[in-house]
Each structure stands twice: as structure tokens, then as C-alpha cells.
T-cell receptor, first 112, second 114 residues
Framework: KQEVTQIPAALSVPEGENLVLNCSFT??????LQWFRQDPGKGLTSLLL?????REQTSGRLNASLDKSSGRSTLYIAASQPGDSATYLC???????????FGSGTRLQVQP | DTGVSQDPRHKITKRGQNVTFRCDPI?????LYWYRQTLGQGPEFLTY????????KSRLLSDRFSAERPKGSFSTLEIQRTEQGDSAMYLC????????????FGPGTRLTVL
């Protein structure tokens, strides 16, 4: 059974810092990996999707990397801003399935 | 608004009552998914449809839960004889039938069972 773990569970940083969120998964037979953002009490917003054949994806200040063989992904946020405060969720789609398996998320607070 | 919509956004009910939630996917999306999210956890997969066919169900979907997508457009999720443990956010997502299969999520329905 696929298990997804995110470390740390919570993170508080001052504005302007660069930061890294970690995601690990137990079964490397994945089709793709997706990073989402969730604001309190809201739905999920897709940030980046990395196919299993890719190593990284970039969107603005966000960069996500994937090392499928070691079962790891990182989300790098450059020059953090208070508006980045949210919970960040990592999810994998296993080969042959449509469902996503999520981690528990990293709750990020960026202090002004 | 062309995103995924869900109704109601909030539902408070008493234990033992039945509740029904609705999800309207993005119009051209053939696949529709239901997830459940409890406080402090990531979403957990419940079921998914391709058009009107329900193709996968999680073991989390007990016999008190039923989902339908009768015309391949909107979907409903019904919970019968609700229990306090059913209190959660119920999220709907939709996607195209393509190789990437990016899922787009709605705002969710928060259920509180008293």
C-alpha cells in the first residue's frame, strides 16, 4: 500500500526566506506526483505536476523536483511571502490507478 | 465560473440522518472523483467515475455511502444513517480523460454530525 509522508508537519519562517518542503513515498511505481496548496477551510489548488519521467517542474517562485528511485520529492519556495501561508500537500498517482494518495501536508506560516 | 462547484458548502446534521451532497465538474471533464478529508490530514480517495460508470471504490466507502453520476455530468454523494465519525470535508475533483489526468478540486462540503 502506497504511503506518503511529508516533513515537516509545520513550518514558520520570516518573510523573504527560501524554504524546502519534503515529500516521500513508499512505492516508486508512480505515474506522476502533484503538489497542491490548501488555504484554511478551502479546497485544493494545484501548483505543480511532475510526470514520472521528469526530474523537475518550475512555476514562478516554485520549483518541484522528483527522485522516483529514492521515493522523494521536494518543493522549493523562493523568497517567501506572507501570502504563501497555507498548507502544502503532496500527492502521488500510482501507475494503473486514477486515485491520488496524499500526504498529511506541511502547514506553512510566513511572518511579515 | 468554470471551476468545480459543490453544494452545499456546509451541512450540519444530527446523527442518524441522511445527507446528500452535489458536485458539478468542469464541463468538458469526463472523470469525477470524491475524496474525504478529516482535520489535519490529507484527502483520502473514496470513488471515481468515468462518464456515468463508477470505476473504482475505496474500502472507505462503506455500505452507508453511495455515489451516483446518472448522466455523466453532475454527481451526488449520499451518506445514510450518519455517524459522528462521518464529520469531515468532502471534496470533489474532476479531470479530462488524457494521459496527464490533472485533477481540479472544488471548494468542498464540510459536514458536521452532532
Amino acid at each position: 500500500k502506497q504511503e506518503v509522508t511529508q516533513i515537516p508537519a509545520a513550518l514558520s519562517v520570516p518573510e523573504g526566506e527560501n524554504l524546502v518542503l519534503n515529500c516521500s513515498f513508499t512505492d516508486s511505481a508512480i505515474y506522476n506526483l502533484q503538489w497542491f496548496r490548501q488555504d484554511p477551510g478551502k479546497g485544493l489548488t494545484s501548483l505543480l505536476l511532475i510526470q514520472s519521467s521528469q526530474r523537475e517542474q518550475t512555476s514562478g517562485r516554485l520549483n518541484a523536483s522528483l527522485d522516483k528511485s529514492s521515493g522523494r520529492s521536494t518543493l522549493y519556495i523562493a523568497a517567501s511571502q506572507p501570502g504563501d501561508s497555507a498548507t502544502y500537500l503532496c500527492a502521488v498517482r500510482e501507475a494503473g490507478r486514477r486515485a491520488l494518495t496524499f500526504g498529511s501536508g506541511t502547514r506553512l506560516q510566513v511572518q511579515p | 465560473d468554470t471551476g468545480v462547484s459543490q453544494d452545499p458548502r456546509h451541512k450540519i446534521t444530527k446523527r442518524g440522518q441522511n445527507v446528500t451532497f452535489r458536485c458539478d465538474p468542469i464541463s468538458e471533464h469526463n472523470r469525477l472523483y470524491w475524496y474525504r478529508q478529516t482535520l489535519g490530514q490529507g484527502p483520502e480517495f473514496l470513488t471515481y467515475f468515468q462518464n456515468e460508470a463508477q470505476l473504482e471504490k475505496s474500502r472507505l466507502l462503506s455500505d452507508r455511502f453511495s455515489a451516483e453520476r446518472p448522466k455523466g455530468s453532475f454527481s451526488t454523494l449520499e451518506i445514510q444513517r450518519t455517524e459522528q465519525g462521518d464529520s469531515a470535508m468532502y471534496l470533489c475533483a474532476s479531470s479530462l480523460v488524457d494521459t496527464i489526468n490533472t485533477q481540479y478540486f472544488g471548494p468542498g462540503t464540510r459536514l458536521t454530525v452532532l
